[in-house]
């Protein structure tokens, strides 16, 4: 799997699912959910997500509802990456499971507008903004062909076929 | 080789005599839970195409209760494809309407002491209370769940909660819930068990422990779980039930943390807006006015719940400046409730009583919140347009402490009332 290129979009602590994705609107396609991806929290979120691709968080990203919504909105507003100090657990299985590559990494020295190198595999995430070069935790080695696959579905089509 | 309460289910369903926490396994869930809002509607297709058969189908309960009774045709569509995949593929069970997920494993003896139970909400952390392992999963995971039977599990680090003493008088299980949540945080058990123990939790009556369970995902749980003993017993014996394997902890079983709380010091407690962790004495915010009351969802809205409401709501009324909203957690709380008088004592002050259902909780069927109001409920979530708007604020408390602030049109210490 290649490296992800982006620039930083940063947010704090405990980003809910209810702020990621509002129920308000659950029973709406993706494409028209991810039009209110995190608006009780940033207004323009879907703005800025088109220039700031790689999403970059504290602690506890993404606790809350079992909703898979909440990656999925996240992708569908062009989100390659997350790099979170922390995930909340269903949310980061979720991640993994669509297809969307999370990274835990201690944060707090990248900024907004970073520029960012990410290997979700080694968890390695390369600073060029800042000329550093940062070690987090990649995708376990178990869920490996998850990722390489494409998402859950796409590995489960594979078993099928064999 | 001692093994936590969480490490001897893990271990069980996984076919391996020890594990301990870190280890990866591969688990086959004895219980099987999907709901409306994040099942069939969202992989019946992927369903289909990858073979469309259920491995264990007894072992798969689907419950409509999120857009239940429906109140647009989006829900109602919803639910009828939910009700239409369930009976198509012969699932163990399927229940429209009868009440919230968590309480209807409970109600209809689906979860036995000892049982993994994954389902696609997260509060399935609820099945803890009978002595399981419970845990929230996505939809794209349960679709694996369902297709190979199996789910991949890294075995958790156990935190003991030990509660010890009596509640005083006007304060529930709800408030020690929330003090343990403002102690522990919003994140402080990501990925790992809550084991709560001591002599509260052993005096306290099976429905009043399934909030400890219940409330654990909001410290970033996998779960909750509590030691299964006499009253699950009995319970499960009351309905015919009785099976499992009541595993407890081992005397020298490692926890990552021992905390311990004193219950005779507790007084009632709320969580203002917007995080559940956010934990203050109910007498900080007195007289904040409100506009909706709400008591009723997974963890308010049990038999304990109403009779607590009714001791505080008799022969009072409801402030005619709020409206306050009771929905049992389900059917057979509702025949029990309506059998001893409580829901008669509500509707008397001037409750509005509705179906069983996940209810106004997640901002989905009746009494959402419009923008600028604020609400008191003895639900689970307060964050940002959980309950309707976006610019709504939700106080999360004890149902005493919603019955008072009923009466009062603003937050009030049910104590007051005792």
């Given at each position: ?19 990621i ?16 991806a ?17 999403m ?14 909440a990656p999925?909105v996240l992708k569908?507003n062009?989100v ?20 969307l ?62 | ?418």
């Open positions: 799997m290649k490296t992800i290129s982006g620039k930083a979009l940063k947010y704090g602590d405990n980003i809910n699912t209810d702020i994705s509002p129920g308000a609107y659950l029973q709406l396609s993706i494409e028209k959910q991810a039009e209110h995190m608006e009780g929290f940033d207004e323009d979120f879907i703005t800025k997500v088109k220039f700031l691709d790689i970059v968080v504290g602690e506890n990203f993404g606790s809350g509802s079992s909703r898979e919504t999925l569908a062009n390659k990456a997350i790099v979170a100090k922390s995930f909340a657990r269903i949310f980061y299985r979720n991640a993994i499971n669509i297809g590559p999370v990274v835990e990494l201690d944060t707090s020295f990248i900024d907004e507008g970073d520029e960012l190198v990410v290997d979700v595999l080694t968890g390695k995430v390369e600073n060029l903004t800042k000329v550093k070069e940062y070690q987090g935790v990649g995708i376990p080695s178990h869920v490996l062909k998850i990722i390489e696959d494409g998402g859950l579905k796409a590995y489960l089509k594979n078993i099928a076929k064999q | 080789m001692e093994m936590t309460l969480a490490e001897k289910i893990l271990a069980r369903t996984s076919g391996k005599s020890f594990v301990k926490a870190g280890d990866i396994v591969f688990c086959k869930p004895d219980v099987t839970m999907i709901h409306d809002l994040l099942g069939p509607v969202i992989f019946a297709d992927d369903f289909r195409e990858l073979g469309g058969k259920i491995k264990y189908p007894e072992r798969v309960v689907v419950i409509a209760d999120h857009s239940a009774p429906p109140a647009t045709v989006d829900q109602a569509n919803v639910v009828k494809k939910t009700r239409d995949w369930a009976w198509e593929n012969n699932v163990g069970e399927f229940y429209q309407f009868k009440g919230a997920c968590h309480q209807l494993l409970v109600d209809g003896g689906h979860i036995t002491p000892g049982n993994l139970v994954v389902g696609t909400d997260s509060h399935t952390c609820t099945a803890g209370a009978l002595g399981s392992f419970g845990t929230g999963i996505g939809s794209t995971e349960m679709l694996g769940v369902l297709l190979t039977g199996e789910i991949w599990l890294r075995v958790p680090e156990s935190i003991l909660v030990n509660w010890v003493g009596k509640l005083p008088l006007g304060v529930m299980a709800k408030d020690a819930a929330l003090e343990t949540i403002g102690k522990v945080g919003h994140g402080g058990a990501t990925y790992m068990a809550v084991e709560f123990g001591g002599s509260l939790i052993s005096n306290l009556p099976l429905d009043e422990r399934l909030v400890f369970a219940n409330m654990a995902v909001e410290m970033g749980a996998k779960t909750g779980i509590i030691k299964p003993d006499k009253k699950v017993r009995d319970y499960l014996d009351s309905i015919g039930k009785n099976a499992g394997e009541y595993f407890i902890s081992d005397d020298n079983a490692t926890y990552r943390e021992v905390l311990e709380f004193d219950a005779t010091k507790l007084t009632p407690r709320l969580a203002a807006p917007h995080e559940v962790d956010n934990v203050f004495p109910v007498t900080d915010y007195e007289r904040q006015v409100l506009d909706q009351c709400y008591i009723g969802s997974c963890t308010g809205g049990r038999l304990t719940d109403f009779a607590s409401a009714a001791k505080i709501l008799k022969g009072r009324k409801v402030s005619k400046k709020v409206r306050c909203l009771v929905v049992p957690a389900s059917e057979k709380v509702w025949r029990e409730a309506s059998k001893l008088g409580y829901l008669d004592i509500l509707a008397e002050a001037g409750c509005v009583i509705s179906a069983p259902a996940c209810g106004a909780c997640g901002g989905f069927t009746n009494g959402v919140l419009g923008d600028g109001e604020r609400c008191i409920s003895s639900s689970n979530r307060n964050f940002i347009g959980r309950m309707g708007s976006k610019k709504a604020e939700v106080f999360l408390a004890s149902p005493m402490t919603v019955a008072a602030s009923a009466i009062a049109g603003m937050i009030t210490d049910p104590r007051k009332f005792l």
